[in-house]
T-cell receptor, first 115, second 113 residues
Framework: GENVEQHPSTLSVQEGDSAVIKCTYS??????FPWYKQELGKGPQLIIDIRSNVGEKKDQRIAVTLNKTAKHFSLHITETQPEDSAVYFCAAKRAGKTGANNLFFGTGTRLTVIP | KAGVTQTPRYLIKTRGQQVTLSCSPISGHRSVSWYQQTPGQGLQFLFEYFSETQRNKGNFPGRFSGRQFSNSRSEMNVSTLELGDSALYLC????????????FGSGTRLTVV
């Protein structure tokens, strides 16, 4: 099955700096890569996603890049703010196909933005 | 538009008991998936239901089961509870089983004592 690795496990940045979280995946059939933000006491919230036919996607301060050849994808948060502090999860999935197409999650990155 | 609703939010059960958790998907969503989240194992897939049929199952023992009703609401059941079943159980919904995106609920926090 799919194996998603995520680094680092913890990340502290000064407010206004950038944060980068990296993930690798093993299944070349995975074609959908979402990123989730989880705050204390809440479920994961989708913040950005990318499909395998795209190399980069940006939404305001958040961007995701995908390298299919190397099987890795990254989350970039610029101009970080204290409210960005949370646990971030990457995931991979074989979307658009029947069968084993559930989400496989990375182990999470606890991001702390220091004011 | 209402999100994914999970009830109850918190549960405390004793070893050996059984428990039923409920999930109401977003209106119009027909696929419901369940995930277990623990500090040690992270987020792990339990099962997925669509049109009242289990379409996909993760690597969990038979004590974990689920079902889906005709209105797409889903329940999961854990029998003969063990201490290791203490976790946050998350439900996610999507339009179909092969959809790209999920929307998660806030979860049910189960503590087994």
């Amino acid at each position: 099955g799919e194996n998603v690795e995520q680094h680092p496990s913890t990340l502290s940045v000064q407010e206004g700096d950038s944060a980068v979280i990296k993930c690798t995946y093993s299944d070349s059939a995975s074609n959908y890569f979402p990123w989730y933000k989880q705050e204390l006491g809440k479920g994961p919230q989708l913040i950005i996603d990318i499909r395998s036919n795209v190399g980069e996607k940006k939404d305001q301060r958040i961007a995701v890049t995908l390298n299919k050849t190397a099987k890795h994808f990254s989350l970039h948060i610029t101009e970080t703010q204290p409210e960005d502090s949370a646990v971030y999860f990457c995931a991979a999935k074989r979307a658009g196909k029947t069968g084993a197409n559930n989400l496989f999650f990375g182990t999470g990155t606890r991001l702390t933005v220091i004011p | 538009k209402a999100g994914v609703t999970q009830t109850p939010r918190y549960l405390i059960k004793t070893r050996g008991q059984q428990v039923t958790l409920s999930c109401s998907p977003i209106s119009g969503h027909r696929s419901v998936s369940w995930y277990q989240q623990t500090p040690g194992q992270g987020l792990q897939f339990l099962f997925e239901y669509f049109s009242e049929t289990q379409r996909n199952k993760g690597n969990f023992p038979g004590r974990f089961s689920g079902r889906q009703f005709s209105n797409s609401r889903s329940e999961m059941n854990v029998s003969t509870l063990e201490l290791g079943d203490s976790a946050l159980y998350l439900c996610a919904s999507s339009f179909t089983v092969s959809d790209y995106g999920y929307t998660f609920g806030s979860g049910t926090r189960l503590t087994v004592v």
